[in-house]
């Protein structure tokens, strides 16, 4: 009792201090919507007629494949650094984004080797992959990062610790509400999916076009070269033209569409 009379729990930038104990804040906040993110995968498991367990596995080696893939191209880029400070190198919070891409090719091995069909499995992880992007956004709202550019509407924030920008724009908060949102329309559309591979569609095609645009109300970032656009962004274009390939590969319309075509020109060319 004593204990909790004189503990003091406040935000700090970057972390959570209760008495002298200091706990990084997005940390818990990516524990916390990993766990959201797998309990829900379980009641999206049933509704692509998948077994619940064979997806916790599949979502828990995506997870340790992320942490070990990302660390493993830094050692890669760096073994001097690794060589004299392997402690420090290991405990770096980083997920690159060529970690990210190592990640996707290990996943998809694994659900070869484990015979789970790639459409339905991506279309379960869908609602799930929003619920932890709005948990994350969170996590940088109370962290401090990822802010966004000044504003003078009635709802601008002051980021902690910032003395320059005043009041910016709550980009996390707009990310996590629509976060939410789009978690809520994907459930509803797996439920009335006419084919696999409609759900992801869906959350990579409009999930990209929210990312690339807030991405325009978020203070920019220091990237590599003179390119147009920031490294989200370009993972933003990405995740947009896979979503449109998905559709056109994956719709049956689109489908009867283009064999109708194809035996039209087949039949004029015949003709002629």
């Known amino acids: ?23 990084p804040v997005y940390g818990l906040f990516a524990a916390a919507g990993l766990v959201a993110a797998l309990a829900l995968s379980q009641r999206t498991a049933r509704r692509v007629g998948i077994p619940a367990e064979k997806l916790w596995d599949a979502g ?6 992320s942490f070990i893939a990302s660390r493993a191209l830094l050692v890669a ?67 401090g990062t990822e802010a966004g550019m000044p504003t003078r509407l009635p709802w601008g924030v002051i980021t902690p610790g910032d003395t320059v920008l005043g ?23 797996l439920s009335r999916r006419r084919y696999a591979g409609k759900v992801a569609g869906i959350g990579l095609l409009v999930g990209g076009a929210i990312a690339f645009l807030l991405d325009m109300l978020t203070q920019p970032v220091e990237s ?25 590969v994956k719709s049956p319309a689109l489908q009867e569409k283009f064999v109708l075509a194809a035996e039209s020109r087949i039949a004029t060319t015949s003709e002629g």
């Open 1 to 23: 009792m004593n204990f909790l009379l004189h503990a003091t729990a406040m935000f700090v930038p970057g972390f959570l201090r209760l008495g002298r104990l200091h706990l």
């Open 60 to 65: 828990l080696f995506g997870i340790v494949a």
């Open 77 to 143: 880029m760096d073994p001097h650094a690794f060589l004299k400070y392997p402690l420090l190198v290991l405990a770096l919070p980083s997920l690159t984004y060529g970690g990210m891409m190592l990640t996707g090719v290990l996943v998809l091995g694994y659900l070869r080797w484990k015979s789970l069909p790639l459409g339905d499995v991506l279309d379960a992880w869908a609602p799930c992959a929003a619920l932890l992007a709005a948990v994350l956004s969170l996590g940088h709202f109370v962290e």
């Open 167 to 189: 009041h910016v724009h709550p980009v996390q908060l707009y990310a996590m509400a629509i976060a939410l949102v789009l978690c809520v329309v994907l459930l509803r559309v």
């Open 224 to 248: 590599l070269g003179d390119g147009w656009l920031d490294p989200g962004q370009w993972i933003a274009l990405g995740a947009i033209v896979l979503g449109a390939m998905i559709f056109t």
